[in-house]
């Protein structure tokens, strides 16, 4: 509890001795940079490749010849929206960018960069890390959106190319019973992990104490802690919104 109450305190640090809203339209934007550009890549690659799978292996269950092949799709659009877009991604995306975010501050702690800061003035924790926050929170659902289109590509292909499915039978699936919340759903899901994964990760590299070692322990420590939040909010989000 005293560890969640030190965060609290933290979060409430960020509002106070603001810079000017100039400062941090320039810090947002680099940072959106650095997160969305810098994980594009990755997305498309993991989401892909998960909607592949996630196809061949719903067929392979899918075993009776008097369920139509259409209900993989079907399938497969439910997981991605629901699971694999938002919370599996969000798993990757503390691995990549959580950890570079508590390595980042961790370094600039024990350069003690951040004390330099504060001697001349500036809100540290605001400067560093609000903008990281607000990118965070505008980047990651684009990139979730990036996923599951990917990831219904990924399924299309090799349901298709590997003749699981024809194509017609695979675009009636996604349309059929299509429920529009939860695209909504996955969108509130992914607003909260990127607000969860970014202010725990900038937390723990902030009060980083130490060496190089304990740099590398805190950037381990943020995607732990950022993976366990995600996991018990996808639980609490699933029972309050569905």
Wanted: contains cysteine; proline residues 2%.
């Amino acid at each position: 509890m005293k560890g969640f109450g030190k965060y609290v305190i933290f979060l409430g640090s960020l509002f106070v001795r603001r810079e000017t809203f100039k400062t941090y339209y320039q810090l947002v934007l680099e940072e959106c940079i650095i997160i969305g550009i810098g994980s594009i890549l990755l997305f498309v690659l993991v989401s892909t490749f998960m909607g592949a799978v996630s196809t061949i292996q719903t067929a392979a269950n899918l075993v009776n010849p008097l369920i139509p092949r259409y209900i993989i799709s079907q399938v497969v659009r439910e997981m991605t929206i629901l699971e694999l877009a938002p919370t599996v991604m969000a798993i990757i995306y503390a691995g990549k960018v959580g950890s570079s975010m508590a390595g980042g501050l961790g370094t600039m702690r024990i350069t003690e960069q951040i004390d330099a800061l504060e001697v001349m003035g500036i809100n540290s924790s605001s400067y560093l890390v609000l903008p990281k926050i607000i990118a965070s929170i505008l980047m990651y659902p684009l990139l979730v959106i990036v996923a599951g289109v990917c990831s219904l590509v990924g399924g299309y292909l090799v349901g298709t190319l590997t003749g699981i499915m024809t194509a017609e039978d695979y675009i009636y699936g996604i349309r059929l019973a299509f429920n529009p919340y939860f695209i909504s759903f996955a969108l509130i899901k992914s607003l909260v992990f990127a607000f969860l994964i970014s202010s725990i990760s900038s937390y723990k590299g902030y009060y980083t104490q130490g060496g190089a070692l304990e740099v590398g322990i805190a950037s381990t420590s943020a995607v732990t802690t950022s993976v366990i939040a995600v996991l018990l909010s996808d639980y609490f989000l699933a029972q309050l919104l569905l």
